[in-house]
């Protein structure tokens, strides 16, 4: 072809077509009508399989409604013939009812099949299951319709207890209106194959034929030939050859569709290739099956081929002189378009030029002038877009590897769920808190990942804020976990929303709260410490006058002792009145400071709000400048949820700026001295500052003092704001107070007017539960006597010989040790006839925690009461949780200490 000229390329290329579109024309047409054939020959016997069927099917259902029915109305005439004998007095209405339900139950239909009885409410006074009579079916479909008809042919599907799987059942029905019963004689389709007449239906398969020889045919999956025109009796008793038995088998494993397989009818002389299309009636267990041979069905094809072969020929030679005179007539100014293209550079291509005519060569010559200016815009634009996509590629991976880093090396753990809230993609910080790996994370729910896991509670929290980011809205709030080191965890949940406002995303972040939220509780606790110290030189005055009385009375008593003077009874009691007294007085101020002091996390629980504002007035009246007057109002009971330190410390800090206000802050010259009002009332507040409307306990403490203006107010709540002078204020109080109230759901509202005084009022929710005081009282001024053996164990000689004589006053015997390890061992020697030890915390030698344990190792059962002069300590709670019966704080007097064994004495059991 390569020395072949243009116009005999043409020819031959042309003829060439021509060859190959008849040949795909002929092939086309072939296909097409092999297909169409196919699909004739597919349908009518798929049709004809059908209707074999729906015959079969028709017999079948016609035969069992008869058959049933048949039953049916025969024990209705049975029903009604003892109604009758019920009628003319033979027997009693329950009798007759009885002997029909035993008639009824004795009638057996097929294998399984059998009698029933329902009335038109769904009762069943009739069956032969003893757990179903007396029960009620009308939750079943089938009843419901049994019911509405009462009488007639109904086909359902059932399944028997015992049984894997429900199966086609039916049933016929009749009415008995005296009693209200419907009769049903119910069976399962497939028991009544005996009742098909298989005469009738080879008399209608008979006439039916598939081209030549095709043929119907229906066969049984034991084998059995139920209808063949050619074949009778048992597939392998027919005496047929092995590969038509292998035929058959494989039709009736088949059951359904379509199978092609060599077949050889009785008389013909060779294998040919037949199809059959079957299918399966489940409830006899026949296959029905339409068949024929293909070189039959195929036939009319033979005849369009020798046909076509005729066309193919005469119209090839017809073609081959028209495709010599067309190509000659394009050669010419083909070859003039060739030769303008030859010495064009590829990427500027320049228009034709020169005469055409106007046919389509002229046509084509003017179309490639406008497809080379178009194709040389293109090719400008293209370059810039290629050019412009680069640069886009290139942002685009850098945005994504910057979005990644930023992703995975971000401080907080982010995870991304889906709207089912499974994890999509997790970021390496999460991953490496826990050591996990993204195979251990990804596809499970969010609360089942291992972070988690180890919590029900956190579990929990996390269903109920997932649940909240999948209804749109952001969930947040703060978890404590402990499954790799105790931490704390600011988690939100966002949900990622699209046009539709559906939820298709939820964006998962944890930020370490951990050292902020220790931070803050050590600010807490420094404030609390600033406030302490604030309190000190009132409280150092207040403790120096307690120690002056009880110095100043034991100083008399010793001047009288020397001097010889003999005390009246009565004078002796009245100062040992007074020493007791002041010094009960010391104790309290002790405990207020410890409390005060004491470092904790918040606590909420139902406390008497009186209670904490009575002891702030305490602390405020033994510690501040006695110019200012304190003055209290409040109700008898007022309960809040709310931390009770926390609290005490809001309103002492308070009260401290406003004796500030009423002292210090005053301008040089100005008297101190004013008038502290702390008020109580209850009111109704509407929404506010994020709060919902309710009830609110409003705390007003309003002062005389200096006063704030305006731009002051705006700034109190500002941490280390202060108006106070340099090196006397932290500026952190009412930083705290905010905070504080704010976590107890209430808020602060502030007036204040320069040079007449400030008002605070502190709202905080009323609560409804009963409070639980949050200063108890162990002073108890009965004496409790008792009898046995105490041994008192501690390193200060006072307190030993004090607690002997109190417990010798109160009827017991006390043996005595300086420290944990001689206690240890007195009780060693005598822990039979000991019944309590009194045992001190700190000590030289033994610490209590060291010999609580050695006393529990020699009896498990020691009854050890515990005694110390703090008992915020976190060692005498783990005591107490190891099995200790009690703590007594030392100072304790007589009363306190006798009723303290008495109660240590009379537990029953010791953990």
């Known amino acids: 072809m390569r020395r072949f000229s243009i116009r005999n390329k043409l020819f031959v290329s042309f003829s060439l077509l021509v060859l190959i579109a008849l040949s795909a024309g002929f092939y086309t047409f072939y296909s097409t009508t092999k297909t169409s054939l196919t699909t004739t020959i597919h ?19 016609t035969s069992i409604e008869n058959h049933l029915k048949s039953i049916a109305e025969t024990q ?60 009620n079916l009308l939750a079943h479909h089938f009843v419901r319709e049994q019911v509405r008809l009462k009488t007639g042919y109904i086909e359902y599907r059932w399944k028997n207890p015992g049984e894997a799987e429900e199966r086609d059942k039916v049933l016929y029905m009749t009415y008995f209106k005296p009693w209200d019963w419907i009769i049903s004689a119910t069976a399962y389709k497939s028991e009544f194959t005996y009742l098909i007449d298989i005469d009738n239906i080879s008399k209608a398969l008979a006439p039916v034929t598939f081209g030549d020889t095709g043929y119907p045919y229906i066969i049984s999956t034991t084998g059995d030939y139920i209808y063949h025109p050619r074949l009778t009796g048992n597939l392998y008793t027919s005496g047929l050859d092995q590969n ?10 088949l059951k359904q569709g379509t199978i092609y397989y060599q077949w050889q009818n009785p008389g013909e002389d060779a294998l040919r290739e037949k199809i059959s299309i079957i299918n399966y009636l489940g409830d006899y267990g026949w296959v029905v099956g339409s068949s024929a041979y293909l070189d039959d069905l195929y036939r009319p094809l033979t005849r369009i081929q020798q046909t076509f072969l005729l066309i193919f020929f005469a119209y090839l030679l017809l073609v081959l002189f028209a495709s010599y005179g067309l190509s000659t007539l394009i050669t010419y100014p083909l070859k003039s378009l060739i030769a303008h293209f030859k010495d064009q550079a590829p990427i500027d291509v320049q228009p ?32 810039t877009e290629i050019s412009e996509r680069k640069r886009s590629e290139k942002a685009l991976r850098e945005s994504e590897q910057t979005f990644h880093t930023l992703f995975d090396h971000s401080f907080q ?12 993609k997790i970021n390496k910080t999460a991953l490496n808190f826990h050591n996990l790996t993204e195979t251990e994370v990804l596809g499970k729910f969010f609360w089942n990942t291992p ?7 956190l579990v929990t929290q996390l269903k109920d804020a997932t649940a909240i980011a999948r209804s749109g809205e952001v969930a947040r709030f703060e978890a404590h976990s402990t499954a790799v080191r105790e931490i704390y965890l600011d988690i939100s949940l966002k949900p990622v929303l699209d046009d539709t406002d559906q939820v298709i995303y939820i964006v998962a972040e944890a930020r370490d709260v951990t050292d902020v939220r220790r931070a803050g509780l050590e600010l807490q606790q420094a404030q609390k410490m600033e406030s302490v110290g604030t309190l000190a030189g009132g409280i150092a005055h207040d403790f120096n006058n307690i120690l002056a009385g009880i110095l100043g009375t034991i100083s008399l008593l010793k001047l009288k002792r020397d001097k010889g003077q003999s005390i009246p009874e009565e004078t002796l009691f009245k100062h040992l009145d007074t020493v007791s007294n002041t010094a009960l007085r010391a104790k309290d101020i002790v405990n207020q400071l410890l409390t005060l002091s004491r470092k904790h996390d918040l606590q909420l629980a139902s406390v008497d709000l009186r ?33 009770a330190n926390s609290l005490e410390q809001v309103f002492l800090n308070i009260s401290i700026n406003a004796a500030h206000a009423m002292t210090i802050m005053r301008p040089k010259g100005e008297p101190w001295g004013g008038i502290l009002s702390i008020t109580v009332d209850k009111t109704f507040v509407e929404s506010k500052t994020g709060n919902g409307a309710g009830d609110f306990w409003r705390v007003s403490i309003d002062d005389t003092g200096v006063g704030m203006d305006d731009a002051t107010l705006e700034q109190i709540f500002v941490p280390f704001f202060t108006t106070k002078p340099k090196g006397t204020s932290s500026g952190l109080g009412l930083a705290m107070v905010y905070n504080i109230v704010k976590q107890h759901q209430g808020f602060i509202d502030v007036q204040s007017k320069k040079g007449i005084g400030s008002t605070f009022h502190i709202y905080l929710p009323v609560c409804q539960q009963e409070t639980r005081d949050s200063v108890s009282d162990d002073f108890n001024e009965t004496l409790e006597l008792g009898e046995g053996l105490i041994l008192v164990i501690d390193d200060e000689e006072l307190i030993r010989n004090t607690a002997s004589e109190i417990l010798t006053a109160c009827g017991y015997q006390v043996l005595t040790a300086q420290n944990g390890e001689e206690g240890v061992a007195l009780y060693q020697k005598h822990h039979q006839e000991v019944r309590a030890v009194l045992l001190d915390m700190v000590m030289p030698v033994m610490a209590g925690k060291e010999t609580f344990h050695a006393l529990k190792t020699i009896n498990p059962k020691v009854k050890v009461l515990l005694s110390s002069g703090f008992r915020h300590d976190s060692r005498v709670d783990e005591i107490l949780e190891a099995g200790a019966v009690g703590f007594i704080q030392k100072p304790y007097p007589l009363y306190s200490l006798s009723s303290a064994i008495k109660n240590a004495l009379q537990l029953q059991k010791v953990p």
């Open 43 to 61: 349908s009518e016997l798929n049709n004809s399989t059908a209707l074999i069927a729906n015959l079969v099917q028709a017999v079948a259902a």
């Open 76 to 135: 209705l005439a049975m029903v009604s013939g003892v109604h009758e004998e019920y009628l003319n007095g033979r027997y009693t209405e329950t009798e007759a009812k009885s002997l029909a339900a035993r008639l009824l139950l004795r009638q057996d239909i097929g294998s399984s099949g059998y009698l029933y009885c329902f009335d038109s409410q769904g009762n069943v006074p009739v069956h032969r299951d003893k757990q179903v009579q007396g029960s």
């Open 244 to 253: 038509f038995i292998n035929t058959f088998e494989e039709i009736i494993h």
């Open 352 to 383: 034709i030029t020169g005469r055409f005519s106007h046919d389509e060569v002229g046509k084509l010559a003017g179309y490639l002038n406008q497809f080379i200016d178009k194709l040389n815009e293109h090719h400008q634009a293209l370059t």
């Open 413 to 424: 753990f982010i995870a991304l769920l889906d709207p089912d809230c499974r994890v999509c």
């Open 451 to 457: 972070w988690w896991s180890h919590s029900e509670t």
């Open 611 to 643: 209670r904490i504002i009575e002891h702030v007035c305490q602390i405020a009246g033994n510690s501040f400048d006695k110019s200012i007057r304190i003055e209290v109002q409040t109700d008898s009971s007022i309960p809040v949820h709310a931390d």
